[in-house]
């Protein structure tokens, strides 16, 4: 429609078009773990620590080479090339991971596939701060990040895999997981374009730019969304990786159920992909970060203890998975209004890494360990504690979002 191709041509809707796109293909991938567990398990006889080892396995090389790869992306100026080279290599690794004959195969396949996407969600945002209008930075950001990943990697990834694995064999789900990479790669070298270096922030009181890590700590916001990073990625993994388990061996769900109230969350957080950043803008970071993750909280109470029908324990794991809309904002858009646009690579993946060292590698070995000594209950009530923990921490933010800060000397957070 006419419509459409006017969206279309203006370049900055395109590339939050492609760069989503491609995010949810990662994340597709990502969660496929997850949701083929049971059926890993069962075939290879794994047990609830090895099943978060092979979740944390991935997070841990994802958070190192998204710091390292990021800022090696800062310093030359260039984030085309290192982002085509990621997404083709993740997608081989999807491939391996379908080939894989034991659980130490599985393990270096994850372990390989997060080197290469840590390096993507750091450069896809710098992208999208260095060509997005400030009124919209925060919805760009949040459509980006949340948007593509849980309509693909979190709704229709569960009903789409879990099918295959019923049916046909979890190798199979695996191998078809990686071949969405390969589109995403070409959509990306067809349509992407080095971004000209802009002005996102003004800091009042800017440090020496050495391009040092601890330069980027003396950012008042960066230290907090790292503390907040770090929970808020084990609310998440911890659901993700529990959730499935808990749903079929103690509610005694079908497969067929089980994907279903994951696909459930998959589409809330689709939704909320546009909602919960849009809020931001206007509402303030701070705000909105803080009221969602005490929402959040409700998610695995409400899966460990709602007794209610089937469709009402839909709605309300739709409605308090809400939380996951605050991702993008603590994660990228506050960074990239925090520190210069030289450094948001490096920043974001400062953030994100922190975040999933702590709670992507930690997390799901804890609560594993925890599901193996106390049960399954065990790690989503951990999940709880980290959705209220990230409400606190956020309360100690530096507003950031423009419409919240118009008629100060600075249209930014400051560095304290």
Known sequence: SYTMRRWFSSYENRLLFVLSLSFGFVFFDRNAMSFLAPFVAADLSLSNTQIGLLISALSLTWALSGYLLGARSDRSGRRKPYLLVAVIVFSVCSFFSGLASSFFMLLAARLLMGVAEGPILPISQTLMAMNSTASRRGHNMGIMQNFGSNLLGSCIAPLLLVAIASHYHWRLAFIIAGIPGLVAAWMIWKYVREPKEVVITQPVSQPADTGSLLELLRYRNVWLCMLISCFYVAWM???WAFMPVYYMNERQFGSTDMGILMSVLGASATL????????????????VVVV?????????LAALYFQGPFWMLCAVLFIT????????????TIPSETVPAHRIAACVGLVM????????????????????????????????????????IGLGLIETAPLRTIGRSNLTAVRE
């Open 353 to 392: 890494g922190m975040g999933e060292v702590v709670g992507g590698v930690l997390s799901p070995v804890l609560g594993g360990w925890l599901a193996d000594l106390h049960g399954l209950s065990a790690p989503l009530l951990l999940q709880a504690g980290c959705a209220i923990v990230v409400g606190v």
């Open 292 to 300: 969602f993750s005490l929402i959040g909280a409700l998610t695995p």
């Open 237 to 239: 993994v911890l659901g």
């Open 321 to 332: 998975w809400s939380a996951s809309g605050v991702a993008p904002i603590f994660m990228a």
């Open 272 to 287: 909320c992909s546009f909602i919960v950043p849009a809020l931001s803008d206007r509402l303030g970071r701070r705000t």
